[in-house]
């Protein structure tokens, strides 16, 4: 692995780049930064270009001005893209880092050859969850970065005493984030549309991957999204809430090369 700051206009942003091959761009979720996907980067490095990037306000990326939304992140990625001489990709993102996926779906389709979502999802916010969210933002402003990814984060992985290593490594993380981050974060997913037009009308390949027990993208919710792609690959992670990538390493690691391999080569590989 190599790292590297790249500048985009007046904001640097960090990126993570392994192995070399087809460029595979993966994009971490809210409250996370690129390390998120260190094992599936590492696993996927001797067969693809792997790049990573820290999405801006989070880990060493710079916090983009304003209230930007998901189209801006997917601009900003667009050119930095573009400035390492990547004309097409396949990009996997998690959560958040999925609706920038769909959003740079969306607007620049010609760049991508396939895409993921993560533990994602292509609906808008409904009003309780706009509520759940601006209610979020309220505690963030009384209490600060950390304490809210305090009481957050736990309820994101199925079992939090098994994953008790793993949730400790995010607030650690997590004690480096600004308020004014997480807050632009909530703001752009408040306000971003629906975009399950852009699987319905793709005649790419489209990855889902659900977890089980997840409460940020419920299950029946993820699944009844999956239909409307012309090409679908759907895995579900049995053991896993929202967290899959750490809960279930490994079959993350199959599903995400078995995705990979089938999108270029257009052979089906299952995963047991």
């Given at each position: 692995?190599i790292?590297k700051?790249?500048?985009?206009?007046?904001?640097?942003?960090f990126?993570r780049?392994?192995?070399?091959?087809?460029?595979?761009?993966?994009?971490?979720?809210f409250?996370e930064d690129?390390a998120?996907?260190?094992?599936?980067?590492q696993?996927?490095?001797?067969?693809?270009l792997?790049?990573?990037?820290?999405?801006?306000g989070?880990?060493?990326?710079?916090?983009?001005?304003?209230?930007?939304?998901?189209?801006?992140?997917?601009r900003l990625?667009?050119e930095?893209?573009?400035?390492e001489?990547?004309?097409?990709c396949?990009?996997?993102g998690?959560?958040?880092?999925?609706?920038?996926?769909l959003?740079?779906a969306?607007?620049?389709?010609?760049?991508?050859?396939s895409?993921?979502?993560?533990?994602?999802?292509?609906?808008?916010?409904?009003?309780?969850?706009?509520?759940q969210?601006?209610?979020?933002?309220?505690?963030i402003?009384?209490?600060?970065?950390?304490?809210f990814?305090?009481?957050?984060?736990?309820?994101m992985?199925r079992?939090?005493?098994?994953?008790?290593?793993?949730?400790?490594?995010?607030l650690?993380k997590g004690?480096?984030f600004?308020?004014?981050?997480?807050?632009?974060?909530?703001?752009?997913?408040?306000?971003?549309?629906d975009?399950?037009?852009i699987i319905?009308?793709?005649?790419?390949?489209?990855l889902?991957?659900l977890?089980?027990h997840?409460?940020?993208?419920?299950?029946?919710?993820?699944?009844?999204?999956?239909h409307?792609?012309?090409?679908?690959?759907?895995?579900?992670l049995?053991?896993?809430?929202?967290?899959?990538?750490?809960?279930?390493?490994?079959?993350?690691?199959?599903?995400?090369?078995?995705?990979?391999?089938s999108?270029?080569?257009g052979v089906i590989?299952e995963v047991q």
């Amino acid at each position: 692995m190599i790292t590297k700051h790249i500048q985009v206009g007046n904001v640097s942003i960090f990126c993570r780049v392994y192995g070399k091959g087809f460029p595979v761009v993966m994009l971490h979720g809210f409250g996370e930064d690129g390390a998120i996907w260190e094992e599936q980067a590492q696993s996927l490095s001797g067969d693809y270009l792997v790049i990573v990037p820290d999405l801006p306000g989070s880990g060493k990326s710079d916090l983009l001005k304003g209230d930007p939304g998901m189209d801006d992140f997917a601009r900003l990625l667009h050119e930095m893209l573009l400035s390492e001489k990547i004309s097409t990709c396949i990009m996997i993102g998690h959560s958040m880092g999925g609706y920038i996926t769909l959003a740079f779906a969306e607007l620049f389709p010609g760049l991508l050859h396939s895409f993921g979502l993560f533990h994602s999802s292509a609906y808008a916010d409904q009003p309780e969850k706009i509520t759940q969210r601006e209610k979020a933002i309220e505690f963030i402003d009384s209490n600060g970065a950390a304490a809210f990814l305090k009481t957050s984060i736990p309820g994101m992985f199925r079992d939090p005493k098994v994953s008790e290593l793993e949730i400790n490594n995010l607030l650690k993380k997590g004690s480096l984030f600004t308020p004014g981050a997480l807050k632009q974060y909530y703001r752009a997913m408040i306000n971003r549309p629906d975009r399950t037009n852009i699987i319905k009308n793709s005649s790419k390949r489209v990855l889902f991957v659900l977890g089980q027990h997840d409460k940020a993208v419920p299950f029946i919710q993820g699944l009844e999204q999956t239909h409307l792609a012309s090409c679908t690959y759907i895995y579900v992670l049995r053991q896993s809430a929202h967290m899959g990538m750490r809960e279930e390493t490994v079959k993350s690691n199959e599903i995400l090369s078995a995705f990979l391999r089938s999108a270029l080569n257009g052979v089906i590989i299952e995963v047991q």
